[in-house]
């Protein structure tokens, strides 16, 4: 009989045990268990994305992920987010921050090259913030390779936007960089991947320019339009010539 009751308790203690640990294991998850979402995302991301976002992360959380999964996650699916901060807060709510590379320019009018040398769709951030940015233009056949991005990124940060502002700019290849001036369509700059236009090159051909058009050279003897061509590919020095070939 003694024996008998020492396992009726035992049998108590274990099922008392269980239930214990289920009570604590609900209780946990009531606790922590976030059911409520807040987000503060960069205003350059399009609402659309931002609702893409949204949804990700709230799938993340139904999969249970814990917060560095969820993080690292929305890291990987969307590379240009640049900081995530997520965290918890009362009550069982979780509140993300997520930061965007800001972008550097638009390449065909269809793709944004970002400061950390990435490319994206243009459709990706609004307008807004997109649309005041220096435009730069590729041939189809063109790839946007490393070595592209990191030259048209020195091409914006070295020339103070000022190339921008003035001219339009096309790259051809590593041996032909265009820049054709925007108000005197006779008029271009021709450099190269080693030869890129610095401010004080802008400003010499700005000089050239007005030279030219003191002499009324941009219109020849039968008033036809006239084109001319600023080489700076060459060493400490600028090669000023016609474009013969009409």
């Given at each position: 009989?003694?024996?008998?009751?020492?396992?009726?308790?035992?049998?108590?203690?274990?099922v008392?045990?269980?239930?214990l640990?289920?009570g604590?294991?609900?209780?946990?998850?009531?606790?922590f268990?976030a059911?409520?979402?807040?987000?503060?995302?960069?205003?350059?991301?399009?609402?659309?994305i931002?609702?893409?976002?949204?949804?990700?992360a709230?799938?993340?959380?139904?999969?249970?992920?814990?917060?560095?999964t969820?993080?690292d996650s929305?890291?990987?699916?969307?590379?240009?987010?640049?900081?995530?901060?997520?965290?918890?807060?009362?009550?069982?709510?979780?509140?993300?921050?997520?930061?965007?590379?800001?972008?550097?320019?638009?390449?065909?009018?269809?793709t944004l090259l970002?400061?950390?040398?990435?490319?994206?769709p243009?459709q990706?951030?609004?307008t807004?913030?997109?649309?005041?940015?220096?435009h730069?233009?590729?041939?189809?056949?063109n790839?946007?390779?490393s070595?592209l991005?990191?030259v048209l990124?020195?091409?914006?940060m070295?020339?103070y936007?000022?190339?921008?502002?003035?001219?339009?700019?096309?790259?051809?290849?590593e041996n032909?960089?265009?820049?054709?001036?925007?108000?005197?369509?006779?008029?271009?700059?021709l450099g190269?991947?080693?030869?890129?236009?610095?401010?004080?090159?802008?400003?010499?051909?700005a000089?050239l320019?007005?030279?030219?058009?003191?002499?009324?050279?941009?219109?020849n003897?039968k008033?036809?339009?006239?084109r001319?061509?600023?080489?700076i590919?060459?060493d400490?020095?600028?090669?000023?010539?016609?474009?013969l070939?009409?």
């Amino acid at each position: 009989m003694k024996g008998r009751r020492v396992h009726s308790r035992l049998i108590i203690l274990c099922v008392s045990s269980i239930v214990l640990m289920v009570g604590i294991v609900k209780l946990h998850r009531y606790l922590f268990t976030a059911t409520r979402f807040v987000f503060s995302i960069d205003p350059l991301i399009t609402h659309s994305i931002q609702e893409t976002i949204i949804s990700f992360a709230k799938s993340m959380h139904q999969e249970h992920a814990s917060m560095k999964t969820m993080s690292d996650s929305i890291a990987n699916e969307f590379p240009f987010i640049r900081s995530i901060s997520v965290q918890r807060i009362p009550v069982r709510s979780v509140y993300l921050e997520l930061k965007a590379y800001d972008p550097l320019c638009v390449i065909n009018n269809d793709t944004l090259l970002l400061y950390n040398e990435m490319v994206i769709p243009k459709q990706q951030y609004l307008t807004y913030f997109v649309k005041n940015l220096p435009h730069i233009t590729l041939q189809k056949n063109n790839t946007i390779s490393s070595v592209l991005k990191t030259v048209l990124k020195k091409i914006v940060m070295e020339s103070y936007y000022s190339a921008f502002l003035n001219y339009n700019v096309t790259w051809i290849n590593e041996n032909e960089v265009w820049l054709c001036d925007k108000k005197q369509e006779d008029f271009s700059i021709l450099g190269s991947i080693n030869r890129l236009p610095t401010s004080a090159i802008l400003n010499q051909c700005a000089y050239l320019k007005s030279r030219l058009s003191e002499r009324n050279a941009f219109l020849n003897k039968k008033k036809k339009p006239q084109r001319w061509i600023a080489d700076i590919r060459f060493d400490k020095q600028i090669v000023l010539y016609k474009n013969l070939g009409g």
